[in-house]
């Protein structure tokens, strides 16, 4: 029978545990490094929020978890050590974590030592369907894109709050995106938080003048929010209102937006796409971005996050 010991009681053992999970996961190294590093830090500043699976006095796992969201946890890494590496030890440890914490919402991709096979069969058994995530980057010797004028297209300001929170909202309905970044179980509240944290910084400053709205009059039905990264500006957010998809407003806002980047001599410009998303990544790869990182895959539980089918 397993038992668990908390992540403060044994760093060191944690540390080891959580580097060997991580590096096992086969991801880009640009994307490797920075998430260990975090997690690394955490650890050691005992801050970090999971347990360490015990049998025999020795520890053969580790689950590591973000605060709880309305949906669920997201756990984020999920490991067992080589002789542990079986399907009924990965579900045994996930039925472990929702007795001790709760239940699950999303979980990392790539089980270590299961064919991907076996990690499917593993996860639909739990209840999980995979999704998978892309960087795409607008390639730094690609000149702008034409311009592509549209009826009230201008710079967002701080005062389009409300009205981008009410498109915020509409955009991401049903989407597995509005699930991936919940912060409230209320879709206006939640929305308008979304908002208030990007505009306010959260995820970096945010970029004013490389944002922009299609306004021709209220309420707004395009938009972009652009923030700076630590690598260079992310395109936080490409909305349509879906009433008024298909008529080139998305290409509008984010050509706009891709302008103004490169006039101010930015080169690295990025976004990131959930796969199967096809009407985004069609708006995107005809705008000029390019797949740069990815797909990464996770796992949502079709319990607790209802995602309505993707919009061709």
Do not use: K
């Amino acid at each position: 029978m397993a038992s668990f010991r908390p992540i403060p009681d044994d760093p060191a053992t944690a540390l080891q545990l959580a580097r060997t999970a991580i590096r096992s996961r086969s991801d880009p190294e640009s994307e490797v490094v920075p998430f260990l590093s975090a997690v690394e830090q955490e650890i050691t500043a005992g801050s970090a929020r999971g347990i360490l699976r015990v049998r025999d006095g020795r520890a053969v796992g580790i689950a590591l978890w973000s605060p709880p969201q309305p949906a669920g946890l997201t756990v984020e890494v999920l490991y067992l050590a080589s002789g542990w590496q079986t399907p009924e030890e990965y579900r045994r440890f996930y039925s472990e974590i929702e007795e001790r914490v709760g239940p699950v919402a999303f979980a990392p991709g790539r089980l270590a030592g299961l064919s991907e096979l076996a990690e499917d069969q593993v996860m639909a058994g739990l209840g999980f369907s995979r999704f998978s995530r892309s960087e795409m980057r607008y390639p730094p010797d690609a000149p702008p894109p034409p311009e592509r004028p549209a009826p009230g297209l201008r710079r967002a300001e701080a005062a389009d709050a409300p009205e981008l929170a009410r498109l915020h909202e509409a955009a991401y309905r049903g989407q597995l995106d509005r699930y991936l970044f919940q912060l409230d179980p209320e879709p206006h509240r939640d929305a308008e938080i979304q908002v208030r944290e990007i505009l306010g910084g959260r995820w970096g400053e945010w970029l004013a003048g490389a944002s922009f709205v299609v306004s021709p009059s209220r309420p707004i039905v395009a938009a972009t929010l652009v923030v700076r990264a630590p690598y260079g500006p992310l395109i936080a957010d490409v909305m349509v209102d879906p009433s008024r998809q298909g008529e080139g407003l998305g290409r509008a806002v984010l050509t706009a937006t891709v302008r103004d980047l490169r006039a101010r001599g930015e080169s690295v410009i990025v976004l990131n796409v959930t796969d199967g998303n096809d009407r985004a990544i069609r708006l995107y790869e005809r705008t000029g971005f390019v797949r740069s990182l990815g797909p990464s895959h996770g796992w949502y539980s079709t319990a607790r996050v209802p995602v309505a089918p993707s919009r061709a």
